[in-house]
């Protein structure tokens, strides 16, 4: 204890500078809004380099695990290529198939929340990669959110475990679709609103994305009808809808860019700018 004491007294001229130092470049960061942004974006450029190296290290261990998910992911591939292979002997298959119309970026998952109301992801793609606001992510097993903020070589994504969130989705057997939300509770279950009382289920029924906007392609797994209920209203029924993904245990994704986007964007603005 002594010695502590006598540390501090050896050393009182540089603590006191140092001490000042702090308080003047705390100072200086809140007030200057440049400063400010300059140092948002070293942390998260360092924060985006911490949660590499954890993921890397995770990815080590974790050979196994990714690569079953690749098998599967495979075996999903040569299903969906020997139903095209039908489709295309059974019918006139229109050549400008609406999957032409989008790119997709792949990236890794360095960081993701499932605890909270708003939860979001981190990946290790960017703005350098072509990646902005508002692109769809998927997984090889379905819907995983849609991204909220970039930076060059990061960005985030807002999960589909998130309040915020309100994705078009549909049922895949009778194209009947509603509203995609969380309601908190259970990571593995969200719940589809807004789906007319009269309308025909089953439980186990498959449900899908229904192309209605620019993020997403029409037909994007999103996972099966556990449970149902009707609303307040009584009028539309509120399905739980247990997600094909385990969004606790997300590695690798898919970015989805929509190429048409730009021109749907720009065309449907000008409608309301008309109005």
Do not use: C
Not at 100 to 112: G, H, K, L, M, P
């Amino acid at each position: 204890m002594q010695q502590i004491i006598f540390f501090f007294i050896r050393n009182k001229n540089f603590l006191l500078f140092l001490l000042l130092f702090t308080i003047s470049i705390f100072l200086t960061v809140n007030s200057h809004s440049f400063h400010s942004n300059k140092v948002a974006t070293s942390a998260n450029f360092f924060s985006g380099g911490i949660y590499s190296i954890k993921e890397n290290v995770r990815d080590y261990f974790n050979l196994r695990t990714q690569n079953n998910l690749l098998v599967e992911e495979n075996n999903r591939l040569r299903e969906l290529l020997s139903n095209a292979g039908s489709d295309m002997r059974t019918a006139d298959i229109d050549s400008t198939n609406v999957l032409w119309n989008y790119d997709f970026v792949a990236a890794r998952v360095i960081n993701n929340s499932y605890s909270k109301t708003k939860n979001n992801l981190t990946i290790d793609k960017g703005s350098n990669d072509s990646l902005a606001i508002d692109m769809g992510v998927i997984s090889s097993k379905g819907v995983v959110g849609i991204v909220n903020s970039v930076s060059a070589n990061y960005a985030t994504v807002q999960s589909v475990l998130n309040t915020n969130s309100q994705i078009n989705a549909k049922l895949k057997n009778t194209n009947d679709f509603g509203t995609l939300k969380w309601q908190t509770g259970s990571p593995y279950i969200v719940t589809l609103i807004d789906i007319p009382r009269q309308v025909q289920f089953q439980l186990g029924d498959t449900i899908v994305t229904d192309g209605k906007s620019t993020i997403f392609p029409e037909g994007i797994l999103i996972g099966s009808i556990a449970d149902y209920k009707l609303a307040n209203n009584q009028d539309y029924y509120e399905l739980s809808i247990e997600l094909f993904n385990n969004m606790t245990n997300i590695g690798h994704v898919y970015v989805i860019e929509n190429k048409a986007a730009p021109e749907i964007m720009e065309l449907e603005n000008a409608v309301e700018d008309v109005e």
